[in-house]
């Protein structure tokens, strides 16, 4: 993999496991050639993130929506930052640049970037692995409830198991680049295309 998003908080949260998580996963991409596309913030975990790249040379790309293009919340060290019109146009344009996804913890616009990554890639839209680093257990009832949605006849196992989880940066890393996308349902892709 070339480059990665990384959908994750413009907070710290309260534990700092998620912080040093933000950071060996930085350093993670940088021993292993890995660019990363973000936000394009330089607060709570997208800074820590950023900067831990930054600092060490690796490649940094910053999408972010004009709305959020302030001086306290952009990261001023991104050479390369674009900068788009909408939230909608922000996850457009990180997909175009990326062979995959990992979402690290974050509030609303974390799970919103996620969820809608994981709707393309039921619909077919997308083929590109999807990947949870689920730190200190962070993600856990959200887990339970996609299992709680399989279990209620509202999603599919197969659309459930699209979602990669792992608890190290490890074993995450070995599901994505391992992942092969399932075949397209010729009658999904028919109508989504």
């Known amino acids: 993999m070339n480059k990665i998003v990384v959908f994750c908080g413009s907070s710290l949260g309260f534990h700092p496991r998620y912080k040093e998580a933000a950071i060996d996963l930085g350093n993670y991409f940088v021993e292993n050639n890995i660019g990363l596309v973000y936000g394009g913030g330089k607060i709570g975990m997208m800074g820590v993130l ?3 790249i930054l600092e060490r040379n690796g490649e940094v790309i910053g999408v972010i929506p004009k709305l959020l293009e ?8 991104v050479e390369e930052m674009i900068v788009c019109k909408t939230m909608s146009e922000r996850k457009v344009l ?8 990992i979402t690290l913890p974050g509030g609303f616009g974390t799970l919103d970037e996620l969820f809608e990554a994981l709707t393309l890639r039921q619909l077919q839209i997308e083929q590109k692995p999807i990947g949870l680093l689920n730190v200190n257990g ?3 009832a959200i887990l339970l409830q996609l299992d709680k ?3 209620e006849g509202y999603l599919k196992q197969s659309n459930r198991n699209l979602l990669l989880v792992g608890d190290s940066i490890t074993s995450l890393m070995d599901q994505m680049h391992s992942y092969v996308a399932p075949e397209r349902n010729p009658i999904i892709h028919k109508i989504v295309s």
């Open 94 to 101: 990180m997909s175009k640049l990326v062979d995959g996804y």
């Open 70 to 77: 302030k001086e306290e919340v952009i990261h001023p060290g």
């Open 138 to 140: 962070f993600f856990d």
């Open 50 to 52: 950023s900067s831990t």
């Open 149 to 151: 949605m399989v279990a």
